[in-house]
């Protein structure tokens, strides 16, 4: 019944003008595979997350012309990526701070919020932060990637996840 709802309410919004549907993307892109660690495995810091990449050329930032085929990655852990078409520079675009230093937001501003870039298919953790509010001994985290393209701006709405559980720290 649910999914009856949702079609419906989908048929609904496209009929009405409301959404344009040529914008959205309704099929799985399985060209990123996450190798490690385990999908909701317990795992110990430092954690190193590594996947493999079909179909894209990883190159560092400004190599050549952003395109939609290549570019680097950008990793999230416990938060929502940026936007289709945005840049990391959203992410600090009501701070203060950061709109009075060139360059900001930079990698160690990036790795504050847990965002990292990378131009290789691992990420080592050295720490992740403990999810505020949760007090449990055991939580679970997840590691979300996408593709940026050579002008830093993120490729598409294409996203892969990956959870991991690690035991909160105690003091």
Same mark, same amino acid.
């Given at each position: 019944?649910?999914?009856?709802?949702?079609?419906?309410?989908?048929?609904?919004?496209?009929?009405?003008?409301?959404?344009?549907? %040529?914008?959205?993307?309704? $099929?799985?892109?399985? #060209?990123?595979?996450?190798?490690?660690? $385990?999908? /909701?495995?317990?795992? #110990?810091?430092? *954690?190193?997350?590594?996947?493999?990449? %079909? =179909?894209?050329?990883?190159?560092?930032?400004?190599?050549?012309?952003?395109?939609?085929?290549?570019?680097?990655?950008?990793?999230?852990? /416990? !938060?929502?990526?940026?936007?289709?078409?945005?840049?990391?520079?959203?992410?600090?675009?009501? /701070?203060?701070?950061?709109?009075?230093?060139?360059?900001?937001?930079?990698?160690?501003?990036?790795?504050?919020?847990?965002?990292?870039?990378?131009?290789?298919?691992?990420?080592?953790?050295?720490?992740?932060?403990? *999810?505020?509010?949760?007090?449990? $001994?055991?939580?679970?985290? #997840?590691?979300?990637?996408?593709?940026?393209?050579?002008?830093?701006? #993120?490729?598409?709405?294409?996203?892969?996840?990956? %959870?991991? =559980?690690?035991? !909160?720290?105690?003091?």
């Amino acid at each position: 019944m649910k999914l009856k709802v949702a079609g419906f309410a989908l048929a609904a919004l496209a009929l009405g003008g409301c959404v344009n549907l %040529s914008n959205l993307q309704f $099929r799985g892109d399985h #060209r990123l595979h996450f190798v490690a660690p $385990r999908a /909701d495995s317990l795992v #110990r810091l430092p *954690l190193t997350l590594r996947w493999t990449m %079909s =179909d894209f050329d990883v190159v560092p930032p400004n190599a050549q012309p952003p395109s939609a085929h290549a570019g680097y990655f950008a990793i999230f852990i /416990d !938060r929502y990526p940026v936007r289709p078409g945005q840049s990391l520079t959203s992410v600090a675009a009501n /701070d203060p701070i950061c709109a009075h230093h060139p360059g900001c937001p930079d990698a160690a501003y990036l790795a504050q919020y847990q965002i990292y870039t990378t131009t290789t298919t691992s990420l080592r953790l050295d720490a992740v932060q403990p *999810l505020a509010g949760n007090n449990d $001994r055991r939580q679970t985290h #997840r590691a979300i990637v996408i593709l940026l393209d050579t002008s830093g701006r #993120r490729i598409g709405e294409v996203f892969w996840s990956i %959870s991991f =559980d690690l035991n !909160r720290p105690t003091i």
